[in-house]
């Protein structure tokens, strides 16, 4: 049995704006053990990124609100920690890469400033013992001249240095659980595979659990090894990677991976998932994906589906299998 | 052979970057450094490379949005390249052009109505209620409801708007599209409802595409034949099957093994390239992809290699293949292998 | 199921509803900001006690405002009288009151000479840029770079001494002010993936300018000009001031000051309370200028 690293229990978030309230996040339950890769998949709107700031109480109050549940990491409440004990955690035990390398690091510093500001807060270092922990960084995740990177500006360095920089920035301290957003979209599919194979790398080195955020399956399936499905801010299927793929429970994740074109195979027609992703200021009753799906019953629109367990670690939120406890 | 539809020859476009004092120093992005290739009337080109290969600057050039500093374009076998004013105008409804964001790609303050119209408005075809009509038809075409004629484009998800991109393209009955990654801003499951739209309105009217993407497996889906580009060259052209079959050019080998698959059976090794994409700025000598491939011979850093069409309907810009009719002694990939955990076997040419 | 013969809604009003709706939606969800802004009710309380006037003014003001009746001259403010009368015995409320509508005509005027002429100006030199956007914004910035006031007298005293030459002196000066900004949204606006979409359409630049740059900028010109309002009435009124707008007897509040100026010390009424209402209208204009540029920013208002 894996040691428990981040316990998510009925999260709920909602935002409150002047066109209502969006309940972005419904009773979320979601585990994360120690030195696992998970997977978070879902489309636009679906609150995989809310969820990922959720965990470091990134959510801006207001408009947000987190409305209910728990977040334990390593068994201490993140909730209801005080602003001190999160800014300790932030960037030490609990570490995020974002999307867009470029609007996370401040253009005015340069990138070793920014780096060493890091590594000199939270392991209470000087400047030189810092730069040391800089470049020994720098120099794991591949990146070429580690020394003159640090005095560089980050719009010198291409997006791919760039969000190398990044992820060795957050794990400079040696973080326990490394949140990624997003982190391969905006580059080319070149860097991609760089930066996923360095990030591969580092997690088997160091035993840090990532908490891999994607809407590309290609990349979920290529290096995670349990996957959680979400859709319009509930969590319908966890899964270990091989068997979501081979064979999965929810009708959207069945939808979803029809409608990848594959690069192997020879696909006629793209199968297509009817419909729009519901807005979340009125979500559909019951299971929210009940309009869009072709196998919809009786209870869909009345009863939200508690996940069921078909097969071992494969949890799936569907009526067609039964409505659980 | 029919005539194509359309015919580029040896496109430039180089972009003039003022660095150093007084202009001095000034140095040239070079987007588009000779690209030609053909597309058949029915049939659509795929134009796949990474940022900066110039492969959306290609269709800006194709379409007249820039000028052209070198080279021809012809539609129908009439030169298009030097029109202006009122014969361009005539063309322009004959091609036209969907682009990537939907949330820049539409107007905020237009209503649907006069989005989709412009063009006929702008050409003087049609106006009025008749031009009420045929937005409404060409909502239908597209799958979107009549009644969106009055909406604007914030009320629409980005798939819809996307349809709306198309339904403006299409309305002045064009023959010839451009598709500037249409599909790279929607989420999987709208994009396949998008891909299999442009594929059935070109199989039920007979549209000729350029399609451009970054997105292997989205070429893969739409195109009948498939250019690749880097810094600002065509590297391969093959027909689909045959190129996914047997990528010839390092570079193509390099992006189908750097693409990770959606199915956990088929992990493999990613990266197989160093270095990060270069600048169109600086632009290495000889074959431009020589500092970063694996294959690399000397001649590559000296000589750079011209397009040559190694077996029927496969050209290919790459030494290690150059001057070789037969298939034998080139350098393969086999695909099939790309599932197995170690690098895939390499079966080297004898030169 | 009776039968309903759908016909598309002609009445004109009906029409301007379905087409605008959004657009009346954003202007009303603007006036519920607006409504919860302190300093945007101020503001707006006062801005619209000044229109009132100007406008009622034929019929509340107590006095004809030319009517000179010299046994009542410089009299302090007292019940006949509530800001006293000037050397001519003429009621000075009233010429208060009819000076509302003078400046504030005045004011409008100008704001949409230069607003509508600035915006085409500056839409013309973002969106062709080259040579055009240089040579344009050169001359701006020549007209730009005299103070104001010196460049309205000058204009002001080539024209002739009088109110229309004053509007158009000013509203000259107020160009380069609607043009720069016009000029930045445009550039912001060109990159947009629709401006190239429409000339792949085969619009001309002038639809484009029209149809696609002008209405982008909109809410931007809308808080310049409300920002710029209070200026212009300062300047108008300050051109009246040194005697080269509005001439005697006009009751126009520069011109009051002008006059009044003499008897500030023993007469302090006289230029006092016409400079209060030019203190408190341009006071008005900006604060509303304020609230709505922050209200009108889009990332406030999601």
Redesign the interface.
Known sequence: MEEILLDISGLSVRFF??QGIVKALEDVNLIVSKGEILGLVG??GCGKSVLARSVLRLIADPPGKISGGKIFFKGEDILGASKRRLRSIRGNEISMIFQEPMSSLNPVFRVGNQMMEVVMLHQRVGRGEARRVCVDMLSQVKMPDPDAVLSKYPHEL????RQRAMIAMELSCRPDLLIADEPTTAL???????V??ILEELTRQTGVSVLFIS?????????CERVAVMYAGRIVEISP??KL??NPGHPYSR???K??????EE?E?????PG??PGLIHPPGGCRFHPRCEEMWEPCSRIVPHPVEIEPGHQVACHLWGSGK | MPDPIIEVRDLLKHFAIHRGFLGRGAESLKAVDGVSFRIQAGETLGLVG??GCGKSTVGLLILNLLRADRGQVLFEGMETTGLEGEELQKIRRRMQVVFQDPQSSLDPRMLIKKIVGCPLEVNGLASGSELVKRVREMLREVGLSEDHVYRYPHEF????RQRIGIARALITGPDFIVFDEPTSAL???????I??LI?DLQKRKGYSYLFIS?????I??VSHRIAVMYLGKIVEKAPKKDL?AKPLHPYTR??????????????H?????EG??PSPVNVPGGCRFHPRCPEALDRCSTVEPALEEVEPKRWVACHLCAGEKSSESCLRFD?SK?GERDAPEVESCRL | MPSLIHKSSTSLFEKYRREHAWQIREFL?TLKLLSRNPSAVAGFVIITSMVLIALASPLIAPYNPIRISLSERLSPPSLTHLFGTDEMGRDILSRVMYGARISLRIGVLVIAIAGGLGSLIGAVAGYLGGKTDNIIMRVMDVILSFPPLVLAMAMAAALGPNLNNAVIAVAFVMIPKFARMVRGEALAVKEKQFIAAARASGAGNLWIIIHHILPNCFSSVIVLATLILGDTILVAASLSFIGLGAQPPTPEWGAMISVGRKFLMDQWWYPTFPGLFILMTVIGFNIMGDALRDILDPRIR?
């Open positions: 704006t002047y489309e636009t291409s997006g791919g240095m080319d599919v070149t860097v991609q595979a760089q996923l194979t809407h590309d399956l290609g990349v979920i399936a290529q290096i990677v091989r793929f081979s939808g979803l991976l409608a990848v074109p594959q690069v192997d696909r027609t793209l199968n297509v998932v729009v992703v | 990474e940022s998800s980005g798939g819809q989420d999987v499951s709208v994009q396949a409802q891909l299999n594929r970054h997105d292997l497996s989205v893969k889906h996914f390099a992006l189908l093994a750097a693409l990770p698959r959606p199915d956990p059976e088929k992990r090794p990613l990266a197989v390239l990060d994409v695909a790309a | 969800f999601r």
